[in-house]
Each structure stands twice: as structure tokens, then as C-alpha cells.
């Protein structure tokens, strides 16, 4: 309530998910004004640890996403992270080894180079749109603040086809690398069983290859099924 000649304010909090410029319109409510508008801008810009949000997941009831959190440490001194926590609920973090536990070194990633420090794990029994954040902070220099992933995950009890990462990220590899290998693992929560009969790239890349064997998805199945294995060169 704003009293005659009073005012108020609230914070606009804007958390980047893709590069590049960002539009929208706030809609501003009254009893006796009807509404107000106003305009809002920002831009995205490239993550220094080529960190992505997880958005656009979409998981059955009882099954769960665990996307691996890879950071990519662009400086010339060993980049150790501090800390690491969710906002709760039914996203859980993890080590990538499995483990309970670990020492510090598995947080900390060499010049120049990208490792997988932490496993996301999130899963649900509610139908519903779910977000949660990652909070990780780092010992960077002039890095006082937390880096802040989104995680956006729909939970579905439609029956269908599901993959157990919403993309294949092969991160960044240069010229000389090795190839990079990545699995994609599917799930039939639907009623009758489905054949796989291809897998492939469209547009086709020279730079992709595809490993497949014919496989039969069997229904209503709780685990997923190692379909094909993806490699980029």
C-alpha cells in the first residue's frame, strides 16, 4: 500500500540464460490506476567457465535428470571451487564419482582446462514445471560473487520417449584433442514396447559419428537404455 505522495519499490532481478540481448515488459497492477507498464533490458554474455544453464529438461514422474556440471577454469593458476549448493527441494548435488564423500583436489581444475566437479541430480514425483538454482563459488581473483545456474526441469506424465540429458554438450575441444565420446541413454514410460530404428544428425556433420545397433525400448521401463554412442572429432 502506498500512502498519498508516498512510494515503494521491489528489486528486478535478471539472470541471464542465453547470449545476447533480452527483452520484456513488466505489468504493474493498481487498484485504482490499472496498470502501469515498464520496459526492462539486459544482455547475456559468455560464461568465462563455459558453464550453461540447465533449461528446456523434460523428465516422466519417478525418473531423474542428472546433468554433470563441468567448469572450465580460463585462467593461468589452478582455480580451486569453494562451495557448491542447491536451492533445495528436489534438486540434490552430487560427486561425480559416486562417492560420499572427497578431497578438495576434486574441486580443483587445472589452467586451461575443463572438469566435471559436481553432478546435479534432480527428480520428482510432482507434475509440475520445477526450477531450482546452483550456487558456486570459486576462489578467482576479483570473483567475490556466486556464479548462479538455473535449473529448469518439466515434469511429465505423459507417456513417451525421454533422453536422460536435455542436450549433448561436448564442450569446447580444440583442433588437436582427442575425440570426445558422449552415450545417449533413452526411456520408454509409455505402454507398448519401441524399436529404435536410427540415429542421426540433422543437419549431418563430418565432425559427428554415430555408434547404433537396432534396440527395442521396452515399456514402462524405470531405467534408461543406452541407445547409441556419440562421438565428435
Known amino acids: 500500500i502506498i500512502p498519498p505522495g508516498g512510494n515503494t519499490s521491489f528489486d528486478v532481478v535478471f539472470l541471464a540464460r542465453v547470449v ?8 504493474i497492477n493498481t487498484s485504482h490506476h490499472g496498470v502501469f507498464t515498464y520496459q ?19 523428465v516422466p514422474v ?12 580460463p585462467y593461468s593458476e589452478p582455480l580451486q571451487v569453494v562451495e557448491m549448493y542447491s536451492s533445495g527441494g528436489d534438486l540434490h548435488l552430487e560427486l561425480p564419482t559416486g562417492q560420499q564423500g572427497g578431497t578438495g583436489k576434486l574441486w580443483e581444475i587445472p589452467p586451461f582446462e575443463t572438469k566435471g566437479v559436481m553432478r546435479a541430480s534432480f527428480s520428482s514425483r510432482d507434475v509440475d ?5 546452483i550456487r558456486i563459488k570459486t576462489n ?3 570473483e567475490d560473487q ?5 535449473v529448469e526441469v ?8 525421454y533422453s536422460s540429458t536435455e542436450m549433448l554438450d561436448f564442450g569446447t575441444l580444440r583442433s588437436q584433442d582427442r575425440p570426445k565420446l558422449l552415450n545417449l541413454h533413452l526411456l520408454n514410460s509409455g505402454t507398448k514396447d519401441v524399436p529404435i530404428t536410427s540415429v542421426r544428425t540433422t543437419p549431418s556433420n563430418e565432425a559427428v ?25
Open 129 to 133: 514445471n520445477h526450477t531450482a538454482f
Open 62 to 73: 519417478n525418473s531423474s535428470f542428472s546433468p554433470l556440471i563441468n567448469i572450465h577454469n
Open 40 to 58: 526492462v533490458f539486459g544482455v547475456g554474455i559468455p560464461n568465462p567457465y563455459r558453464l550453461r544453464p540447465f533449461i528446456g529438461a523434460r
Open 20 to 27: 545476447g540481448n533480452v527483452e520484456n515488459t513488466l505489468f
Open 154 to 161: 518439466e515434469v511429465t506424465s505423459a507417456p513417451g520417449i
Open 209 to 233: 559419428t554415430v555408434d547404433f545397433k537396432a534396440v527395442t525400448l521396452k515399456a514402462g521401463e524405470s531405467r534408461y537404455t543406452k541407445v547409441a554412442s556419440i562421438s565428435f572429432d
Open 140 to 142: 578467482a581473483p576479483n
Open 146 to 150: 556466486f556464479i548462479i545456474l538455473p
